[in-house]
């Protein structure tokens, strides 16, 4: 049962850093079209860019968050598996294997940089 909600606070997290991603995206955004507003044409109608901006923004980063998904269950299986088969496991070699696995199951090129790199340190 632990497991479970170990899985569930996990998944949680990655949830909120996602949502807290896309809130600090928008507001950066936000940010940048209120300083260069002055520059903007006076016959340009502020609000139609402003939507377009931020419909794209939302774009990117809903398809930003659904390439992230680290799908924990999947790792946590993916790894008692591999301690089952190979019971002398180090936790360094997990970590490997963790990284590897993430690696291997995303589409993300951002993520597998990250993955890549963490493979290379538990070396």
Do not use: C, W
Not at 9 to 38: C, G, M, P, W, Y
Request: proline share 2%.
């Amino acid at each position: 049962m632990t497991v479970e909600k170990d899985l569930h606070q996990i998944t949680k997290k990655i949830d909120d850093f996602n949502d807290e991603t896309k809130l600090n995206l928008k507001l950066h955004v936000e940010h940048e079209a209120s300083t260069h507003r002055k520059v903007l044409l006076n016959g340009l109608f502020y609000g139609a860019i402003h939507e377009g901006i931020q419909a794209i923004v939302d774009e990117r980063m809903n398809e930003f968050t659904k390439n992230t998904d680290l799908k924990p269950q999947e790792l946590y299986i993916y790894l008692k598996g591999q301690i089952t088969a190979h019971p002398t496991l180090s936790k360094r070699q997990l970590h490997y294997l963790a990284y590897d696995h993430l690696e291997h199951i995303t589409d993300n090129r951002f993520l597998k940089k990250i993955y890549k790199t963490m493979k290379k340190r538990m070396r």
